[in-house]
């Protein structure tokens, strides 16, 4: 029967690289833990590193092994987590993070509802770009975001698709662009593009720049006012930019090709130690029932 200190030294040295960065990680020394795989390899039958090269590889059989026992370990955490759970007292406040693009009616609405369905609780409702909200609630500044979904969540984060919200070229009626016509998507290559980037200059799979020429904002309002001030044209959720159009301080981008909008899929991110609890159970039954936009 492998052990979860076999499966732990395992996984941390296909992630670290070598049985000494694992030993690192894991504050050991690297006996213990070359120890702990050559044990697991006993025990499974096969070897599981290729270790004739100045680093270790899988080998067939690891890469075949590797997933399990990242979803063995998964599962311990989280009975981990709910055995310090049980004599926990109920958290009597949620520090939700919310990514500005996503339309801020239905997450008031959201949390009205949560407030009359759990008199007392305090509410901490956060702003921020989707990239820093997983950071954030992934390290227990916020306890849940409502983000842009990625295709890859830290560990340690819950997420559940929520809805979603669409994105529209535009560009300031008095920009150059607005009286051309585009035949090709490379020709916007030759305009600066504006684009929401986090704080730590990290972007989301949908936000990837398509011109050299870029400028960043971590405000999708900032980055509302940049366009309509004429810097770029950009990406921009459907609900910032309605006024404009509807004044036609902004335009759509004028182009023969169609796939340039984007239909981003909205999720709700919470912390393991808030999912596995009543409250954040509640919030995401709340957030699935009135969906997102």
């Known amino acids: 029967m492998l052990s979860s200190d076999q499966l732990l030294c395992f996984v941390t ?11 690192r990680k894991l504050s050991k020394v690297q ?4 120890q702990q795989v050559i044990n697991m390899e006993i025990d499974c039958g096969h070897s599981l590193f290729e270790r004739s090269g100045r680093y270790p590889t899988l080998t067939e059989a690891g890469q075949r092994l590797l997933p399990y026992a ?4 998964g599962q311990q955490q989280r009975l981990e987590r709910q055995l310090t759970l049980l004599d926990m007292a109920l958290p009597n406040r949620l520090t939700l993070a919310h990514d500005e693009g996503i339309e801020i009616d239905k997450t008031l609405m959201i949390l009205r509802l949560l407030a009359e369905q759990q008199p007392g609780l305090s509410i901490e409702l956060l702003s921020a770009s989707s990239s820093d909200i997983i950071k954030m609630v992934q390290q227990g500044r916020a306890s849940a975001g409502l983000v842009f979904s990625e295709t890859l969540y830290p560990e340690g984060v819950d997420f559940e698709s929520v809805g979603g ?3 529209e070229p535009v560009v300031a009626s008095h920009h150059p662009l ?12 030759l305009h600066r593009q504006l684009v929401i980037g986090s704080r730590a200059m990290g972007h989301s799979v949908f936000s990837a720049p398509h011109s050299p020429d870029v400028w960043y904002a971590d405000n999708y309002h ?10 770029g044209w950009a990406l921009l959720p459907s609900h910032l930019v309605r006024d404009g159009l509807a004044s036609a301080t902004l335009v759509p981008l004028p182009v023969d090709f169609e796939a ?3 239909h981003a899929n909205v999720d709700i991110i919470q912390h393991q130690s808030l999912s ?11 957030v699935r029932d009135e969906g997102v936009r």
Do not use: I, N
């Open 260 to 262: 340039l909008g984007w």
């Open 165 to 167: 919200v669409h994105f």
């Open 31 to 34: 006996s213990a833990v070359s």
């Open 178 to 189: 607005a009286a051309m016509r585009l035949t090709h998507v490379d020709e916007l290559k």
């Open 222 to 231: 900032v980055l509302l006012t940049m366009v309509q001030e004429g810097f």
């Open 13 to 23: 040295t296909v992630d670290e690289g070598s049985f000494s960065a694992a030993a």
């Open 70 to 73: 990242r979803a063995v370990l």
């Open 276 to 286: 596995m609890q009543p409250l954040g159970k509640e919030l995401r039954a709340l």
